[in-house]
């Protein structure tokens, strides 16, 4: 029927189209691997941006505290400070 020469013809034949087709495979799914990549890139852009819009009102109402708390401060020494005066006044 066949000799080995024409089988060994027809099996590498066969492997050949089956690595090529596998190659397009590869290919189209490195392409689609690379798409999905660049949405997950532009999804996280997109959340950093947002992540830091949000944080600087909240590093701004920080300071805000912070200030208001030194400023407590402040006033509570220059009370204990009074304070220290009048009884030193009356004694």
């Given amino acids: 029927m066949f000799d080995s020469n024409s089988l060994l013809i027809i099996i590498i034949s066969v492997l050949t189209a089956q690595s090529i087709v596998f190659s397009?495979?590869?290919l189209f799914l490195v392409k689609d691997?690379?798409?999905a990549v660049e949405r997950v890139n532009n999804i996280l852009k997109t959340i950093d941006s947002t992540a830091q819009k949000l944080t600087e009102p909240i590093m701004s109402a920080r300071g805000a505290l912070g200030a208001i708390n030194?400023?407590?401060k402040v006033?509570?020494?220059i009370k204990k400070l009074l304070r220290n005066n009048n009884?030193?006044?009356e004694n």
């Fill in 24 to 26: 397009i495979f590869i």
């Fill in 33 to 35: 691997i690379r798409k």
């Fill in 70 to 72: 030194e400023g407590l």
């Fill in 75 to 77: 006033a509570g020494l």
């Fill in 87 to 89: 009884v030193s006044q």
